[in-house]
């Protein structure tokens, strides 16, 4: 039975690592490539992600903060977007990152103002404020930021990879529709002509109608004046309907 039970144990723990494993990467591959997007620098978004959540989008914190992230989720309203969607935590999260780095110009109090809100940093003359958790967080992530930068995750190297490849420009794409566009615009235009030429064509090769009928319709006037007979008129506009 104890064998049995630690049997079970080891296949469901082989059975759980890789899928966490690979979703570890998955989520690290979505924050790296966001961030080159974004103008930041991916390792300190990886050293962000890392201290928040441990790379876990489930996490939740006592003070509501959720995702990977850890996005207070009026935060992310206030941004346009949904905290509980990974793609929207990570863009969030980055978002507000670089938006302290901007109000702050430093990465430490920026760090800072993302874990204790940029009022506190304000309130003590711009800098960290003395709360040993903020103390603890800044100090953290930007160990594992050296790190980083020391030895770059595999998904730094691949977002990096990817977004050096050159993408076909914008006025290209555009050139291409545009001359599609003109060609079946012409194709639309060329056809109804051609069909109407071909009309013509039929039309011009159709017998012209005998003129005999209008001579008839002169003799039939003629009758009519000086016969006055009603019956040879009858007769020729029996013939002309014909």
Not at 102 to 127: D, I, Q
Not at 174 to 181: G, H, I, L, M, Q
Not at 183 to 211: G, I, S, W, Y
């Given at each position: 039975?104890?064998?049995?039970?630690?049997?079970?144990?080891?296949?469901?723990?082989?059975?759980?690592?890789?899928?966490?494993?690979?979703?570890?990467?998955?989520?690290?591959?979505?924050?790296?490539?966001?961030?080159?997007?974004?103008?930041?620098?991916?390792?300190?978004?990886?050293?962000?992600?890392?201290?928040?959540?441990?790379?876990?989008?489930?996490?939740?914190?006592?003070?509501?903060?959720?995702?990977?992230?850890?996005?207070?989720?009026?935060?992310?309203?206030?941004?346009?977007?949904?905290?509980?969607?990974?793609?929207?935590?990570?863009?969030?999260?980055?978002?507000?990152?670089?938006?302290?780095?901007?109000?702050?110009?430093?990465?430490?109090?920026?760090?800072?103002?993302?874990?204790?809100?940029?009022?506190?940093?304000?309130?003590?003359?711009?800098?960290?404020?003395?709360?040993?958790?903020?103390?603890?967080?800044?100090?953290?992530?930007?160990?594992?930021?050296?790190?980083?930068?020391?030895?770059?995750?595999?998904?730094?190297?691949?977002?990096?990879?990817?977004?050096?490849?050159?993408?076909?420009?914008?006025?290209?794409?555009?050139?291409?529709?545009?001359?599609?566009?003109?060609?079946?615009?012409?194709?639309?235009?060329?056809?109804?002509?051609?069909?109407?030429?071909?009309?013509?064509?039929?039309?011009?090769?159709?017998?012209?109608?005998?003129l005999i009928h209008a001579k008839e319709v002169k003799a039939a006037q003629k009758v009519?004046?000086?016969?006055?007979?009603?019956?040879?008129?009858?007769?020729?506009a029996t013939s002309l309907a014909i």
């Amino acid at each position: 039975m104890r064998k049995l039970l630690l049997f079970t144990m080891v296949l469901v723990t082989l059975c759980f690592v890789p899928a966490q494993a690979t979703d570890v990467n998955t989520v690290k591959a979505k924050i790296a490539k966001h961030a080159i997007e974004m103008g930041v620098d991916p390792a300190m978004a990886l050293s962000i992600a890392r201290t928040e959540s441990g790379f876990n989008h489930k996490a939740r914190s006592n003070h509501g903060a959720v995702g990977v992230f850890q996005l207070m989720p009026s935060t992310a309203r206030r941004m346009g977007l949904n905290p509980y969607s990974l793609t929207d935590n990570i863009k969030g999260g980055i978002k507000y990152y670089k938006a302290m780095y901007k109000m702050f110009g430093s990465v430490e109090l920026a760090l800072a103002a993302y874990n204790a809100g940029p009022g506190n940093v304000k309130r003590y003359n711009n800098s960290i404020p003395p709360y040993a958790e903020t103390k603890r967080f800044v100090s953290k992530i930007m160990k594992d930021y050296k790190n980083y930068k020391v030895n770059p995750d595999p998904a730094i190297k691949a977002a990096k990879v990817a977004a050096s490849k050159p993408q076909p420009a914008a006025s290209t794409t555009k050139a291409n529709e545009a001359k599609a566009a003109e060609v079946n615009t012409t194709q639309a235009k060329v056809t109804p002509v051609t069909e109407a030429k071909v009309v013509a064509v039929q039309v011009k090769t159709q017998p012209a109608p005998e003129l005999i009928h209008a001579k008839e319709v002169k003799a039939a006037q003629k009758v009519e004046v000086v016969n006055e007979t009603p019956v040879e008129l009858e007769l020729e506009a029996t013939s002309l309907a014909i």
